[in-house]
């Protein structure tokens, strides 16, 4: 199909068609800005995983033994803000997303290319700010800034972390504004809504969520900044203020950025699950209805986060019966997932193994998540470990398994090499214990009343045991996510050359070569098939991919 | 019976074995739905391994099965929520009659007051068998007073009352945690809560010879010349406050609300924030000028006014009556 040549005499890929620093400086092609994407978020993913890899030290002990309290309060502030702010909310859309919608809908680039280089510069500039508040000396509100403590009781950098989220929330913003206008506008002649792909949908939902919600946490954010800076009285009770809406701004964003950061997730697995089935999704308007009901009524339960806040029981009443409600769609899309491989034909490589691996954690995590909104044990149960061991579960079991599952899947098509298969099997069992094994124990420390963001526990020493079992697997879990790290950089020198569908898999990207050249078709696509044609395409994956 | 599980929490209150019996129902319903999808994947990926001759079959999908699976979750998740609602319901509802101890939190310690006068910091007596509610405000920021053995949890914070209550039914000693991220010394704002045998307890509260906080409460009322307005005779400028505790009170806006512990506060500290009708904005505010521990006296105090037995601790006393 491409035939253009470079000057070595090669094809014209989106990667060798221009060399230097300023291409790629200044490039509008969504490929190229979903590389630029992944090299921040990898940075700043093992940044927040250094910070996680101290807090999970400090507490083998039960004594605060290894760094002082300050110190370890801007460990978890930080680890937190690092890790939401700048990898889970932007990984799977800004480098997956990014790279793969254009081409799945048959566009040359998104509706607008210049604005997508200019969400990528604003996400740059919040992560310096967010890297000034590290070197700076941090920031220990917690990622969630209560008020008052963070307006009239902290002398660390506040201001500068609030401006890093403030600016990186634009990122998001024009991120979701770029896929919203390009899924209505650019699809190719054929691609009805009802043919796209699960991964396209399930970003349409994510960009909503982006564009309404984001702004709130912004406003939320601004306000803590004026508070600490001229004592307005917003929200400290001595001057006529509310401290709990604090809360309620920073949670009416804050929850549905869950599903910022779980439904991109989705739509990969859905994608990874049809191909290694060999089969079309179970119940494909059911999954696209379910990701949009989770987007909206996502709006409707952030209260949840503030049972014990001091709301009233009447509100309580409703947060926890509308969170019920939300979790209907995500129990759906479960059970659609396991139907899919029903009569499939099925192959083990490491995206299905990821693909596993999300069903069977986000299962547990979502479960879970209805014990939180279980009124009378949520009293029990928040500000303590079962909430972190919850979030973790759905985070790093659901959105990370995904995104890993999402990189191996569509390293071949981004690089155009093949990552090991076998190191690639490997790491993800190594992440899947690791993970449990430093995530499930938290459960039981919850349940049993140890707080969260505690850095010494040295009354309590029956949780030490819990805690180092915990700390044991989150090693595990550290080993298994720079294995990829190193093959994948292995694989883009040494690695074979990827054939345009390695995984014989459905989807426009697919027709295209390995990796695609800058404007992916060379002529527009006419589509006339259904999303997961599997029936059509017949041939099973290849074996010793 | 639980006791014997390992990691189990002890449990030393009423709420304690209503929230377990729930979560032990959550934990049961959510292991068998972990079990079946765990098991459904699993020997899916087996049986429907790839095998030559045996291509996938397509399948579109299924309402019924959608439908299904959407209405048996949900179902379950109502009564999920319908317990869960119930037993919150009743935790938020202190009982009427409940012995009372107001608390003040700080960074980064916990500071109680029994109405007795008794002063506790980071330790909380009480006696096995009765209601316990507290009233709770913070100093700085927000706080959260959490006892797991008790399965409570209620949020402190500054500028306003909380309340939280428990009825303890096992004699030991308890860990009381902060449970909201106070700054520096979070993890250090700990203590015990210490549930005694009621002879116990009357022998602990006897030494000390402490002024009822109604009482201290009555001094400050005086002192701050609070009476000058607020007269028993209702010829002041300021309302009677004889029974004004628990009572509807009309406001200048046309409101009605009941005046509680928040209401009899906020008329010290913000008098201006609601009036009641047939009277002038003409009260002073305190704020700034009286500590929390005197403002909860004052509280006490005018609580305790026109109560039938106003003794001399004013009423809510532990020792005061036996259930």
Redesign the interface.
Known sequence: MATAVVETGERETYLNREYGIKSWLLTVDHKRIALLYLIGITFFFFVGGFFALLVRLELLTPA?DLVQ??TY?KLFTMHGQVMVFFFLIPSIPAVLGNFLIPIMIGAKDLAFPRINLLSWYLYIIGGCLMAYTILAGGV?T?WTF?T??ST???KTNVITAALAVFVSGFSSIFTGLNFIVTIHRMRAPGMTWNRLPLFVWAHYATSIIQVLGTPVVAIAIVLVALERLFHLGIFN??L?GD??LFQHLFWFYSHPAVYIMILPGMGVVSEIVCCF????V?????MAMALLGIAVVGFLVWAHHM????IS?YA??IF??LS?FV??PS??K???W??T????????QTPMIYA?GF??LF??GG??G??L????????V???YFVVAHFHYIMVGGTIMAYMGGMHFWWPKISGKLYPEFWGKLSAMIVFIGFNLTFFPQF?LG???M???????S??PEFQI?NVLSTAGASVLAVGYLMPMIYFLWSMRYGKPAPDNPWNAAGLEWLIPSPPSTFNFDEQPVVTWEAYN??EI?E??PVGQ | MLENIPFWPARASTTANNVDALFIFLVVVSGLMTMLIFTMVTYFAVRYRRRAGRPAEQIAGSHALEITWSIIPFCVFMAFFGWGAIIYFQERTPPKNSAEVYIVAKQWMWKFEHMEGQREINELHVPVGRDVKVIMTSQDVIHSFFVPAFRIKQDVLPGRYTVAWFHATKPGTYHLFCAEYCGTLHSGMIGWVVVMEPKDYEVWMGGGGNQPLAVTGEKLFTELGCVTCHRSDTQGRGPSLVGVYGKPVMLEDGRTLTADENYIRESIVDPGAKIVKGFKPVMPTFQGQISDEQLNALVAYVKSLGQPQSSQTGGKSMAAATP
């Open positions: 605060g309290a300050d309060n220990d917690g209560y008052p403590l009239e009781f902290l009770p001595a006529g401290p709990l089935s060999r089969k079309r179970f119940g494909y308007q059911a049972f014990v806040a001091g029981v309580a009443l926890s019966l019920y979790a209907v129990a759906i479960v059970f659609n396991t139907a491989m029903y009569k499939g034909s099925i192959t083990y596993f069903v069977g299962t547990i479960l879970t209805l014990f909104a279980c009124l009378g044990v949520d009293v029990h928040t500000d303590t039981i349940y049993m009343g707080p969260r963001r505690y850095w010494d526990y009354k309590a819990l599997y029936d017949r099973e994956v």
